[in-house]
């Protein structure tokens, strides 16, 4: 299968892995050899807010996994970290009026922080269920990631609920460790491994509560700040989509997914960033088939049914009844009128 061209590759924000030398040290190894033999320079891990490549960085957990011989490394990991760690999303998180919001505020932005995962939120009549989901195909060390989010998710709930917070249950997405003492004793609830998810459930009592550390000016001033970072991100997609979409549709390559991976982002990122710019994946990829139908339809001799296909119709009619909303006629009809043109063009 084609290529549409090279995906841009997701990142995050160090954040949370600023704690991962220190660590790698404590379990006897040299954290040194171990970022340089995986391609990083060790300072790129001490400021937070620097942004890193997914796959790459988790090749890097697991090397350090494979060296300290440490199989909870990720939950030790996540035990050192702070919500402070999440950057503009983290702070908005901790500045919201309630728990709700607060919730609510970081699925919303947590994209800023993470642009391989995303954060869930479902609150059912009563008990709400908090996640993080990894989008991303063919990472390495996803048992690590599931725990240092675990824990991350837990934490952010002791930050706004207090530290006797405690969940009903917690469900990680890893096989069972031979020793599971250690999340027993970080996490004090049900746990169940082996599970699809990675989420902590709780009680909703807690989502109306106070948040300990609203601050109505910085709440206001943060969600500022975030907009305008996804304006700047939504212009920059609105501004290369057609080009992207145009490529995809010819490379048989236009699902959701794959436009989302060209951009380095995951599907749910896309559609929500098109939903913020008025529009959506459908309506973008109507207007692509559009303009490359006309394309072909003035500027060629293929057959009507031969374009339907590179359009990604499994028949002539479904390609038609598109053109006729689109324009009014036929594609038929269409080329006989702009016969002229291509006659020019030829020209």
Request: proline share 4%; with cysteine.
């Amino acid at each position: 299968m084609n290529q549409v061209h090279a995906a841009k590759e997701a990142t995050f924000r160090v954040g949370p892995l600023v704690n991962l030398a220190s660590l790698v040290s404590s379990l006897g190894c040299d954290p040194d050899l171990i970022f340089k033999q995986s391609g990083f320079d060790p300072e790129e891990f001490q400021d937070p807010d620097h942004r890193l490549p997914y796959l790459q960085s988790s090749r890097l957990l697991a090397n350090c996994v494979e060296a300290t011989g440490c199989d909870e490394l990720g939950l030790l990991l996540g035990q050192r970290a702070e919500t402070s760690h999440l950057g503009l999303a983290g702070f908005l998180m901790r500045a919201a009026p309630k728990v709700d919001q607060a919730l609510r505020v970081l699925v919303e932005n947590l994209d800023l922080h993470d642009e391989g995962g995303s954060a869930t939120l479902d609150i059912g009549p009563d008990y709400t269920c908090f996640g993080f989901a990894i989008q991303l195909p063919g990472l390495s060390a996803t048992e690590q990631i599931c725990d240092l989010s675990a824990v991350m998710l837990y934490k952010i709930m002791q930050a706004l609920c207090g530290a006797e917070w405690a969940a009903t249950s917690v469900k990680l997405a890893r096989r069972e460790p031979d020793d599971w003492r250690p999340y027993q004793r970080f996490f004090r609830t049900s746990l169940f491994f082996n599970s699809t998810e990675c989420s902590v459930t709780f009680n909703n009592q807690c989502l109306k509560q106070d948040s300990p550390y609203a601050d109505a000016l910085l709440y206001r001033y943060l969600k500022h700040e975030a907009r305008q970072l996804h304006e700047l991100q939504n212009h920059e997609l609105m501004e290369k989509l057609p080009a992207v979409m145009r490529r995809a549709l010819l490379a048989e390559q236009f699902a959701a997914r794959d436009i989302a991976n060209v951009f380095g982002i995951h599907e749910r990122t896309l559609h929500r960033r098109l939903k913020d710019a008025g529009t959506s994946f459908r309506s973008e990829l109507d207007k692509t088939r559009k303009s490359v139908s006309e394309q072909l339809l003035g500027s060629t001799t293929l057959p009507v049914c031969d374009i339907a296909s590179a359009l990604g119709y499994a028949d002539s009619s479904g390609f038609i009844r598109a053109f006729r909303r689109w324009c009014a006629v036929s594609p038929s009809s269409w080329r006989k009128q702009n016969s002229s043109q291509l006659q020019k063009n030829r020209v």
